[in-house]
């Protein structure tokens, strides 16, 4: 060990995760004469790689225009739009190629390597930080940073012995970590508080009871001041799908100060207003042919999957169109584009968690992503409080962090 303590390092780069890595090779290949040293505090790098997109690694997003790539950021998107117009998915798409590892695009515009196996990509990251010289050492904890005359003199811990490292510059891609934001803090910085984004939605309600497996292609949803739409899928525990995790993400802060519970109001036929469901079921009613069917078994809309429809309509009971009055039809008009249902807690979405909050963004000059606080600090990937959906989104801003941090250091 005592090698690398005596050693000054052109960089550290605290964190050997996607952002870590990116930054590394980037810097090393640009400037191979510098002295970079990644420490992880895991015994190996990149772990959430590894575990991501059920171990696939949804790499990015097939989406190549930066002013649409930011409005899967619900945090961090005006910040990405320019750094996006230096590092974009597409970039990221010929990074990898290079290297010899193949992108697919799925129907829904994710991104996987080809082989389907999130190996691929920590490989290949892995061995082009080795080719380019950089130094990997794992199980070494950053405990503290402090500022001297050379730069960074950084106090680490390994198998059990404190001892400490000196960086002219540092790069800070510790993730979520909890206790590195707080060494970011401590440095000048401001910290906004973490708290979960992209989970699923507990609820336990009569209308979706043993329906678990049941989709709806596009629905509204509204939860305070957050409205969003997309595909909807019902769980043993409530609710999940597109449109709930987007729900789940631009609602993270709401929903954590209302502890996970609040009115979530569906418009199971998304482009319907109340009017416009009410004038379709009052042809339902008025149509002849209709008027001795019963409203549980003759829907009115093609979308509602007929098991939910029974159940939407149940409270009509084995009424015939023909005998709904009229407070019926209405209420059935409110049951389809405003049913109230109540969120009674927060589920885990297994194939991607993300936290959002972190290092202030106006604090970071997001061309260099170097620290406008600290001179020759700078900060990539998920320690920042940027977030996006699922999607390849989070992958993406530390490939583009990353590279931009790489860029400014070498
Ligand atoms: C289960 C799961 C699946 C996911 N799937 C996807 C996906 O398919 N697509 C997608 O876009 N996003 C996905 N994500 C999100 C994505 O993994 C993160 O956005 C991304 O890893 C952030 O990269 P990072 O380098 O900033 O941080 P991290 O990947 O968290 O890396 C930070 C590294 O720093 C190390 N570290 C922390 N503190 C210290 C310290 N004090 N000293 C030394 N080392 C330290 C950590 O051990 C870690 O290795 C997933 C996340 C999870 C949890």
Redesign the pocket.
């Known amino acids: 060990m005592s090698n690398f303590s005596q050693t000054l390092w052109d960089v550290i780069i605290?964190?050997?995760?996607?952002?870590?890595l990116f930054a590394a090779i980037r810097c090393a290949e640009l400037n191979p004469n510098l002295k970079i040293l990644i420490?992880?505090?895991?015994s190996q790098?990149l772990?959430?790689?590894i575990?991501?997109?059920g171990g696939r690694?949804?790499v990015t997003h097939a989406c190549f225009e930066p002013a649409k790539l930011i409005t899967y950021y619900p945090r961090g998107g005006n910040e990405l739009r320019g750094a996006f117009t230096r590092f974009q998915p597409k970039d990221t798409v010929e990074w990898f190629e290079s290297r010899n590892v193949k992108l697919k695009v799925e129907s829904d515009g994710r991104m996987f390597p080809v082989t389907d196996d999130s190996n691929t990509i920590a490989n290949c990251l892995r061995e082009s930080a080795k080719n380019a010289g950089v130094k990997v050492k794992t199980g070494?904890?950053?405990l503290d940073v402090e500022k001297n005359k050379n730069g960074f003199k950084l106090e680490v811990r390994s198998e059990g012995k404190l001892f400490y490292l000196q960086a002219k510059k540092l790069l800070l891609?510790?993730?979520?970590?909890s206790?590195?934001r707080e060494i970011a803090k401590s440095l000048g910085h401001t910290i906004i508080s973490p708290v979960p984004s992209l989970f699923t939605f507990n609820i336990k309600d009569k209308r979706i009871d043993g329906l678990a497996g049941v989709s709806v292609e596009n629905v509204k949803l509204k939860m305070d001041t957050v409205t969003t739409q997309g595909a909807l899928l019902i769980t043993h525990w409530g609710l999940s799908g597109p449109a709930v995790l987007r729900c789940s993400a631009w609602g993270a802060r709401i929903l954590f100060d209302k502890k996970y519970t609040s009115p979530l109001f569906i418009n199971w036929l998304a482009d319907y207003t109340f009017e416009s469901a009410l004038e379709v079921l009052q042809r339902n009613k008025d149509w002849q042919e209709n008027a001795k069917k019963k409203v549980s078994t003759q829907p009115a809309f093609s979308q509602i999957p007929l098991r939910l429809w029974k159940q939407l309509t149940n409270f009509i009971e084995e009424k015939n169109w023909g005998d709904l009055s009229k407070a019926e039809i209405r209420k059935l008009a409110q049951e389809l584009t405003a049913a109230n249902f109540v969120i009674q807690g927060k589920g885990i979405f297994k194939?991607?968690?993300?936290t959002c909050g972190g290092v202030k963004l106006s604090e970071v000059d997001f061309k260099t992503m170097q620290s406008k606080i600290v001179n020759n600090l700078f900060f990539a990937?998920?320690?920042l409080d940027i977030d996006g959906i699922t999607g390849?989104?989070?992958?993406?801003s530390?490939w583009t962090t990353g590279w931009l941090a790489g860029n400014a250091l070498g």
Do not use: M, R, W, Y
């Open positions: 605290a964190g050997g995760g996607p952002a870590g420490i992880e505090k895991a790098t772990g959430k790689v575990i991501s997109g690694c949804n070494i904890n950053l891609a510790t993730g979520s970590d206790k590195t194939e991607e968690f993300v990937g998920e320690v390849g989104f989070n992958f993406q530390s």
